[in-house]
């Protein structure tokens, strides 16, 4: 009988043994598939999306299939009122999305001011992917969306309806720059923690291929119709596979103004460095409005081909997620001009 004992406790030891080396050998495996791969993204929620992306990376998977994957975790979380299902709506109470996605070789597509669609960034892929254009805005995106079987869904919530109506009390109707500042963002600060919007994602692969997703409701209360820059391929989001890719944060209308991400990778293309490319786009903000950037924010986020990031912001409290084979959680404050 015990000699029975002994042998099921040796057999039990020996499987699970087995099943601990098989486990090392499959992380070993998917270090190994993902080395050089790394994934990065705006803002602490990135971390979440990060983990999400990494799950395609370490696999050895595309960046671009990564990059979706990851900003599909903000766009459906609740408490994310800055991006997707959930977001703050403009001030006629309607939630419309904003979104863009690229791959290497120049192909991208985008949504704009579309409505009831819970991941735009998956419409986005599919304007990419299966029509001729590269954006498709409102009524005509939803029209294309449910064509393409996404659910038509409601995606104002409890929370942010009760938001919304808050501030329709004191408003007077009025969409304002850093809105957000006023209801969540505690610190006051334009940009601080809890002040903040859009996911910008990018990533490389084990490959070598860069890719990049945005996605966002845009801001609070805005005027409806408004687009950020979010959508619009050179302004919130670039990706040239020779050189590298840029994606922005804050208030869209100045990332647009300056081609910011377009900007970014230009710059890294003339030599600058992802940080020193970021800091030129945002100086170019800052000096052609040198008043009213001081009460808004700004961020660039890059990466070049070799996989080497940067980030600058106009104000403090901007932060980037880093995960890679080596960390798979960092958050990382990004310098800024004030
Ligand atoms: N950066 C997002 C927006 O301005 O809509």
């Given at each position: 009988?015990?000699?029975?004992?002994?042998?099921?406790?040796?057999?039990?030891?020996?499987?699970?043994?087995?099943?601990?080396?098989?486990?090392?050998?499959?992380?070993?495996?998917?270090?190994?598939?993902?080395?050089?791969?790394?994934?990065?993204?705006?803002?602490?929620?990135?971390?979440?999306?990060?983990?999400?992306?990494?799950?395609?990376l370490a696999q050895g998977g595309h960046a671009l299939d990564a990059v979706e994957t990851g900003v599909m975790v903000p766009e459906a979380d609740l408490k994310n009122h800055s991006v997707g299902r959930a977001g703050y709506p403009d001030r006629d109470g309607h939630v419309s999305l904003d979104a863009s996605i690229m791959d290497a070789d120049g192909s991208c597509g985008a949504v704009a001011a579309l409505e009831h669609i819970a991941h735009p960034i998956q419409v986005a892929r599919r304007v990419m992917e299966r029509t001729p254009h590269v954006l498709l805005v409102g009524e005509g995106a939803l029209q294309f969306a449910l064509e393409q079987g996404f659910k038509?869904?409601?995606?104002?919530?409890?929370?942010?309806?009760?938001?919304?109506?808050?501030?329709?009390?004191?408003?007077?109707?009025q969409p304002s720059v850093n809105s957000e500042v006023h209801d969540y963002g505690k610190t006051g600060i334009p940009g601080g923690k809890g002040n903040h919007d859009t996911i910008g994602m990018l990533a490389i692969d084990a490959q070598g291929r860069l890719a990049g997703a945005c996605t966002t409701s845009g801001m609070a209360w805005k005027l409806r119709g408004r687009?950020?820059?979010?959508?619009?391929?050179?302004?919130?989001?670039?990706?040239?596979?020779?050189?590298?890719?840029?994606?922005?944060?804050?208030?869209?209308?100045?990332?647009?103004?300056?081609?910011?991400?377009?900007?970014?990778?230009?710059?890294?293309?003339?030599?600058?460095?992802?940080?020193?490319?970021?800091?030129?786009?945002v100086m170019r903000i800052v000096k052609k409005r040198p008043n009213a950037s001081k009460d808004l924010q700004v961020g660039f986020l890059a990466m070049n081909r070799h996989g080497e990031v940067g980030a600058f912001a106009i104000q403090p409290g901007f932060s980037y997620a880093v995960c890679d084979a080596g960390r798979q959680d960092g958050l990382v404050p990004a310098k800024s001009v004030y």
């Open positions: 009988m015990a000699d029975r004992r002994d042998f099921l406790k040796a057999s039990l030891l020996g499987a699970s043994a087995l099943a601990v080396a098989s486990q090392t050998s499959t992380v070993r495996a998917a270090s190994k598939s993902a080395a050089g791969a790394r994934v990065i993204s705006t803002w602490d929620f990135g971390i979440a999306a990060n983990q999400a992306a990494w799950s395609v038509k869904e409601e995606l104002l919530t409890p929370e942010s309806e009760a938001a919304w109506k808050e501030w329709l009390k004191t408003a007077q109707y687009v950020g820059d979010s959508p619009i391929i050179g302004a919130g989001l670039y990706v040239d596979g020779e050189v590298g890719a840029a994606t922005s944060t804050g208030v869209g209308e100045e990332v647009i103004r300056n081609a910011g991400s377009f900007l970014v990778v230009e710059l890294m293309r003339q030599g600058r460095t992802p940080q020193e490319a970021c800091r030129e786009a």
